[in-house]
C-alpha cells in the first residue's frame, strides 16, 4: 500500500487491460563499496503489483493518497476502485454507458467521471454514491479539468470539438462553445 518509506509511487493503465504499480524506492548503499560516491543517493523503480484489470482497455486512471484510492477507467464501462491501503480491489462503479475517458479527485472527498457517452458523473468517496450525472457532450467527454475550488469543472469532447463548462454545485452545464471545427468525413 502506500507506505511513508516509499515516498513516490506510479502507476500505469495499459490498452492490453493491465494495471501496474510501481515503487520509486531508494536502493540501499552496497556497504562492500566504498568510493567517492558514496554520498550519491541511488533510487530504483520496484514493480509491486500487476493486475489484470479490466476485460477492455484502461483509458484513464487517478489516483488519491489522501483517501487512499486508485480508480481506473476503462472501454469496459467500469470504474474500478482499488484500496492501496489494504492491497485489494474495493469495487467497480458502472453508472454511465461508454468508455471512461477522464478521472479525477477533488480532493479526497469526491470522484469525477467522464465518458464517450457524454457525461459527467460526481462520486461521493465515502460511500462510492453517485451524487448527479450531467450530460452536455454529443459526442462523447474526453477530457476534464475540475477547479480547485471544487465548484467548476470543464471538459473538452472526444469528437464534437466543444468546451463545457459545468457548475458542479448546481449540478448543471452553464456554457458550451465550439473551440475546434469539428472534421468533415469524407465520402
Known amino acids: 500500500g502506500i507506505n511513508a518509506e516509499y515516498g513516490l509511487h506510479v502507476f500505469a493503465g495499459s490498452y492490453n487491460k493491465y494495471l501496474y504499480g510501481f515503487r520509486f524506492a531508494l536502493d540501499p548503499p552496497n556497504e562492500s563499496e566504498n568510493t567517492q560516491d558514496d554520498l550519491i543517493l541511488k533510487y530504483k523503480f520496484k514493480p509491486y503489483f500487476v493486475v489484470s484489470a479490466h476485460t477492455e482497455p484502461i483509458k484513464t486512471i487517478a489516483c488519491s493518497s489522501e483517501s487512499g484510492y486508485l480508480v481506473t477507467g476503462s472501454s469496459d464501462e467500469t ?66 479539468a475540475v477547479h480547485p475550488s471544487g465548484k467548476l469543472a470543464l471538459s473538452t469532447g472526444e469528437k464534437d470539438g466543444k468546451m463545457c463548462l459545468w457548475d458542479l454545485v448546481k449540478g448543471r452545464l452553464i456554457y458550451k462553445k465550439r473551440i475546434i471545427e469539428k472534421k468533415e468525413e469524407k465520402t
Open 79 to 144: 470504474i474500478r476502485i482499488y484500496d492501496l491501503r489494504k492491497n485489494r480491489e474495493f469495487g467497480v462503479l458502472t453508472n454511465q454507458k461508454g468508455s471512461i475517458n477522464a478521472l479525477q479527485f477533488h480532493p479526497s472527498a469526491h470522484l469525477f467521471s467522464g465518458s464517450s457517452d457524454g457525461t459527467l458523473c460526481v462520486w461521493r468517496v465515502k460511500d462510492w454514491v453517485s451524487m448527479v450525472t450531467m450530460s452536455g457532450h454529443r459526442e462523447g467527454l474526453q477530457s476534464l
